[in-house]
């Protein structure tokens, strides 16, 4: 029985697979996303995630405890500089996992994982989605654009010297 055996070994001993975890976990900060198998994608969301979570809070001890994973400062410096900055306000789930297919060679499952927060293209998307369909048919803004303040109707009255003016401004552009 395999009871409380959820850990991937990835076919790899200990120690190559930590150098191949915080490898990735280096690329993934400094690039943002990366291109890999998916139980490596599966196994590095859960090695990354608790790093990304110690980074909101940017104390020397959490510093240390992520170089200690990492071993790579500039992978650090990204992370508390940049990336904490962007995911200060979510709770978690920092990573997405997007599958692509099969691999030529050998038909391993490919994916690309990927920072949520740095994906323009879903941002976009998101931002786009802020119109709802009704039943009869129609797109309806949200709320505040669906009742627009009606603006005080005022009427403009062309005064003789504003009127003289333009004329001569279009006799100077003719000439």
Do not use: W
Request: net charge positive.
């Amino acid at each position: 029985m395999r009871h409380n055996k959820k850990f991937n070994h990835l076919g790899r001993k200990s120690a190559h697979r930590h150098a191949l975890l915080s490898n990735m976990a280096c690329s993934l900060i400094m690039h943002k996303r990366i291109a890999t198998t998916l139980p490596k994608a599966k196994a590095l969301r859960v090695y990354v995630e608790p790093l990304l979570t110690k980074s909101k809070e940017d104390t020397t001890n959490s510093r240390r405890q992520v170089f200690k994973h990492l071993q790579n400062k500039y992978a650090v410096t990204e992370l508390f500089r940049e990336i904490s900055v962007k995911i200060a306000d979510r709770p978690g789930g920092y990573t997405r996992i997007l599958r692509t297919g099969f691999r030529q060679g050998d038909g391993a499952e490919m994916c690309i994982i990927e920072l949520v927060d740095y994906n323009e293209n879903m941002l976009k998307e998101k931002a786009a989605k802020k119109t709802r369909r009704t039943r009869r048919g129609g797109a309806k803004a949200t709320a505040d654009a669906a009742k627009p303040e009606e603006a005080p109707k005022t009427e403009v009255v062309a005064d003789e010297p504003a009127a003289q003016a333009e004329p001569a401004a279009e006799e100077k552009a003719a000439e």
